[in-house]
């Protein structure tokens, strides 16, 4: 089974910190996402990845970067926190863009 | 931009009872992924519909894509308390999927015992 690991389930930081969120997945999945999940709003694509040291801007990627260095990590930069940015985060990696998504459990990220 | 409607948002009913819940678009999408979240992890896929027309049972889940595969129906018949979570369903769209899956908003799903 496809095994996708968020470095943290819940996270609070301060206003203004630069925070990073971790995702490996174990599977040389090609494509990885990154998604925040509000309620009302259902998921909303920030970035995505589609190789190693490439990215794509999502639907919502205003106050966040991302980092591929490696093809099983991509990480999530919120560059200057804010209120905002509360929120659940959510990464997904899958084989082929249009393949099903394979989620890890998400990180529950407040800001004070 | 390609937008899914999910429908009903709420829906709470009793064990046993049956039910069915909505994915509508004004877009053809090339698939769609129906996946189910519960509290505190993320979405695990339960299906992929293809085929306009196509129907798929996963025991006593039922999904169909529409004709013209634009739209996609979730039927659970004799719901459990196991079957309580979010659906959300994805749709890829004629680009194969090249800016990302479109996503539903979501059916919150409550089984009652």
């Known amino acids: 089974d496809v095994k996708v690991t968020q470095s943290s389930r819940y996270l609070v930081k301060r206003t203004g910190e630069k925070v990073f969120l971790e995702c490996v997945q174990d599977m040389d999945h090609e494509n990885m996402f990154w998604y925040r999940q509000d309620p009302g709003l259902g998921l909303r694509l920030i970035y995505f990845?589609?190789?190693?040291?490439?990215?794509e801007k999502g639907d919502i990627p205003e106050g966040y970067s991302v980092s591929r260095e490696k093809k099983e990590r991509f990480s999530l930069i919120l560059e200057s926190a804010s209120t905002n940015q509360t929120s659940m985060y959510l990464c997904a990696s899958s084989p082929k863009p249009d393949r099903p998504q394979h989620f890890g459990d998400g990180t529950r990220l407040s800001i004070l | 931009t390609q937008l899914l409607e999910q429908s009903p948002q709420f829906l709470s009913i009793q064990e046993g009872e049956n039910l069915t819940v909505y994915c509508n678009s004004s877009?053809?999408?090339?698939?769609l992924q129906w996946y189910r979240q519960e509290p505190g992890e993320g979405p695990v896929l339960l299906v992929t519909?293809?085929?306009?027309?196509e129907v798929k049972k996963l025991k006593r889940l039922t999904f169909q894509f529409g004709d013209a595969r634009k739209d996609s129906s979730l039927h659970i018949t004799a719901a459990q308390p196991g079957d309580t979570g979010l659906y959300l369903c994805?749709?890829?769209?004629?680009?194969?999927?090249?800016?990302?899956?479109?996503f539903g908003k979501g059916t919150h799903l409550i089984i009652q015992p």
């Open positions: 519909v293809v085929t306009g027309g």
């Open positions: 994805a749709g890829v769209g004629s680009g194969g999927g090249a800016d990302g899956l479109t």
């Open positions: 877009s053809v999408f090339s698939s």
């Open positions: 990845s589609y190789d190693v040291k490439m990215k």
